[in-house]
């Protein structure tokens, strides 16, 4: 079974300060996908990277695939309230053929004015 | 767009009690997952239908079923409610190309459960 672990789980920041969210695996991935959940919302897709060693830029957020494809990681750079959320790493299976995903157990962002 | 729509929003129910989670999609996606969400443990599957007319378990099944009804519809149901189903349903839905690219997922809001 393939497994994700996320880390930390919760991480509560000032506004301005930068942080770096992790999504480690043993298993190897096709690709990794970010999304972030607001409360009493579903999740919404951030990003897929899917080439080992690829790094995504979407405005202050890095995202970057480990060159095994066995991890990765969120940089959020001076972080602002409305990224307060939880972010949530999923991979999809090598060999799958149902487009299942497996995820991370979440990270949850507070960030205080 | 409505995207993935879920009903209820909110339930309580007593052990033993049943209950059916609707979930329906207007994106003409030919798959489907049910999720649970419990606090430090992500998103967990419980079931998926890879397309219509197939389901298969996930990683926790127990205690439950499902239906898929047609293209749009897939139901989640709960025979026998237990304290330990307790937890915020998550009904989602991708178009799987079979590419190694990964597919997005588009998410309902939720169904909040409450097993007494």
């Known amino acids: 079974t393939q497994l994700l672990e996320q880390s930390p789980q919760f991480l509560s920041i000032q506004e301005g300060e930068n942080l770096t969210v992790y999504c480690n695996s043993s298993?190897?991935?096709?690709?990794l996908q970010w999304y972030r959940q607001e409360p009493g919302e579903g999740p919404v897709l951030l990003v897929t990277?899917?080439?080992?060693?690829e790094v995504k830029k979407l405005k202050r957020l890095t995202f970057q695939f480990g060159d095994a494809r066995k991890d990765s990681s969120l940089h959020i750079t001076a972080a602002q309230p409305g990224d307060t959320g939880l972010y949530l790493c999923?991979?999809?299976?090598?060999?799958?053929?149902?487009?299942?995903?497996?995820f991370g157990q979440g990270t949850t962002l507070q960030v205080k004015p | 767009n409505a995207g993935v729509t879920q009903t209820p929003k909110f339930q309580v129910l007593k052990t033993g009690q049943s209950m059916t989670l609707q979930c329906a999609q207007d994106?003409?996606?030919?798959?489907m997952y049910w999720y649970r969400q419990d606090p430090g443990m992500g998103l967990r599957l419980i079931y998926y239908s890879a397309s219509e007319g197939t389901t298969d378990k996930g990683e926790v099944p127990n205690g439950y079923n499902v239906s898929r009804l047609n293209k749009r519809e897939f139901s989640l149901r709960l025979e026998s409610a237990a304290p330990s189903q307790t937890s915020v349903y998550f009904c989602?839905?991708?178009?799987?190309?079979?590419?190694?690219?990964?597919?997005?997922?588009?998410f309902g809001a939720g169904t909040r459960l409450s097993v007494l």
């Open positions: 994106m003409n996606h030919n798959s």
């Open positions: 298993s190897v991935f096709s690709s």
């Open positions: 999923a991979g999809a299976e090598k060999k799958s053929n149902t487009g299942k995903l497996i």
């Open positions: 989602a839905s991708t178009f799987w190309t079979g590419g190694s690219s990964g597919n997005i997922q588009y």
């Open positions: 990277v899917v080439t080992g060693g």
